[in-house]
């Protein structure tokens, strides 16, 4: 059974960092890329970083500069490194993946970040 399992979510304060981690039960490999989305109370759930196969990056406009997506295809694991975290980054932020073998799309259960003083 495939699974996605985020981890790192919690409470910072404003201007401050997290780190959060998805970790994959099966080679990371077999997806086409992996991603990270966030869901905000009352908003839609928007893409945040992406990190295809041979490593390439992309990043929504609001969290370029301060987020960093990477991936360690030995542990099965990607990361988004989150800095200069601002009220407005709160959110369930969820791991995405699309299989490469039958399309299927994988979500992780999601981790709660929130950004307060």
């Known amino acids: 059974q495939v699974q996605l399992v985020e981890s790192g979510g919690g409470l910072v304060q404003p201007g401050g960092s997290l780190k959060l981690s998805c970790a994959a039960s099966?080679?990371?490999?077999?997806?086409?890329?992996m991603n990270w989305y966030r869901q905000a109370p009352g908003t839609q759930r928007e893409l945040v970083a992406a990190?295809?196969?041979?490593?390439?990056?992309r990043y929504t406009d609001s969290v370029k500069g301060r987020f960093t997506i990477s991936r360690d295809n030995a542990k099965n694991t990607v990361d988004l490194q989150m800095n200069s975290l601002q009220p407005e980054d709160t959110a369930v932020y969820y791991c995405?993946?699309?299989?490469?073998?039958?399309?299927?799309?994988?979500w992780g259960q999601g981790t709660q970040v929130t950004v307060s003083s």
């Open positions: 099966i080679s990371i490999f077999r997806f086409y890329g």
């Open positions: 990190i295809t196969l041979g490593g390439s990056t």
């Open positions: 995405n993946a699309r299989m490469v073998v039958n399309e299927q799309v994988y």
